[in-house]
């Protein structure tokens, strides 16, 4: 009687532990960024962003769940880092060097700024921003020299107004319209996405490109390195058969974009 109950017992953890295995395969894989659509936009939306739907169609059919979270851009760098997120979306590779980054890109983003529709002045480089008051966000990469130059000029209401927190472009854009920040630094397609949003899209204008596209990346975090390799692979590898098969092409669509590979950025 002994001996049977303990081969019952033996057979439960079996399949207790089989059980443990089989969950343990399906990663609950975590992004996390500020709110920059049409990259990636309401977590609980039917649009949640083109990037998170590439993510899902990466890893969701392999049993993993993909769920995003909205966090200030500085904040989801550093959780990300320490190993609360799996990953970070839209990045430049300068923004976290020591992330894990798929090979193939997930979209090509520069940055324009941006000023009232009635406004004369026009970027032509770093010496144009000197008469400005010009917006940023806290950690955002932009480029080196105008980086430098908000390093530079920060504490300086007359050239630099920084935000960071919940929306911070759209704060930005209200400071704009109402005159408390004479430009704003943004990318295109986030920007225009956004003014829509607000339906102030006719009050503004581009005046000009401040940084050339570069490839933006959902980059994975350096605290499980086999993983976030793994990760990356299969992200990368998504990216080409959703190209080949046109289901790329069918996602950014319903964002009113077509793919960077075949397309110039609009400023």
């Given at each position: 009687?002994?001996?049977?109950?303990?081969?019952?017992?033996?057979?439960?953890?079996?399949?207790?532990?089989?059980?443990?295995?089989?969950?343990?395969?399906?990663?609950?894989?975590?992004?996390?960024?500020?709110?920059?659509?049409?990259?990636?936009?309401?977590?609980?939306?039917?649009?949640?962003?083109?990037?998170?739907?590439?993510?899902?169609?990466?890893?969701?059919?392999?049993?993993?769940?993909?769920?995003?979270?909205?966090?200030?851009?500085?904040?989801?760098?550093?959780?990300?880092?320490?190993?609360?997120?799996?990953?970070?979306?839209?990045?430049?590779?300068?923004?976290?060097?020591?992330?894990?980054?798929?090979?193939?890109?997930?979209?090509?983003?520069?940055?324009?700024?941006?000023?009232?529709?009635?406004?004369?002045?026009?970027?032509?480089g770093l010496d144009s921003l000197s008469v400005i008051s010009l917006g940023v966000i806290r950690d955002y990469e932009y480029s080196t020299e105008i980086n430098r130059y908000i390093d530079e000029h920060l504490g300086e209401a007359n050239r630099?107004?920084?935000?960071?927190?919940d929306e911070p472009l759209a704060i930005n854009i209200r400071k704009l319209i109402r005159g408390r920040i004479d430009a704003l630094i943004e990318t295109p397609p986030v920007l225009w996405y956004t003014a829509k949003e607000l339906g102030v899209?006719?009050?503004?204008?581009?005046?000009?490109?401040?940084?050339?596209?570069?490839?933006?990346?959902?980059?994975?975090?350096?605290?499980?390195?086999?993983?976030?390799?793994?990760?990356?692979?299969?992200?990368?590898?998504?990216?080409?058969?959703?190209?080949?098969?046109?289901?790329?092409?069918?996602?950014?669509?319903?964002?009113?974009?077509?793919?960077?590979?075949?397309?110039?950025?609009?400023?």
């Open positions: 009687m002994k001996t049977r109950k303990s081969i019952f017992f033996v057979v439960v953890l079996f399949l207790m532990g089989g059980a443990a295995s089989g969950s343990a395969l399906a990663d609950q894989i975590v992004l996390a960024s500020d709110n920059w659509c049409p990259f990636n936009c309401e977590p609980e939306s039917q649009n949640p962003g083109y990037m998170i739907e590439i993510a899902r169609a990466a890893f969701e059919p392999l049993g993993h769940t993909v769920t995003y979270t909205l966090v200030p851009w500085s904040r989801a760098i550093k959780d990300t880092r320490r190993g609360k997120y799996q990953g970070i979306i839209g990045g430049y590779k300068s923004d976290a060097p020591d992330f894990i980054y798929p090979e193939n890109e997930l979209g090509m983003i520069g940055m324009s700024i941006f000023v009232t529709k009635d406004a004369e002045w026009k970027y032509t630099i107004q920084m935000l960071s927190g899209t006719d009050e503004l204008k581009s005046a000009g490109v401040a940084v050339e596209a570069k490839k933006a990346y959902i980059a994975f975090s350096p605290a499980e390195p086999e993983k976030s390799k793994k990760y990356a692979q299969i992200l990368s590898e998504t990216v080409e058969r959703l190209r080949k098969s046109k289901k790329l092409e069918t996602i950014l669509e319903k964002y009113g974009l077509t793919d960077w590979k075949s397309s110039a950025p609009a400023e």
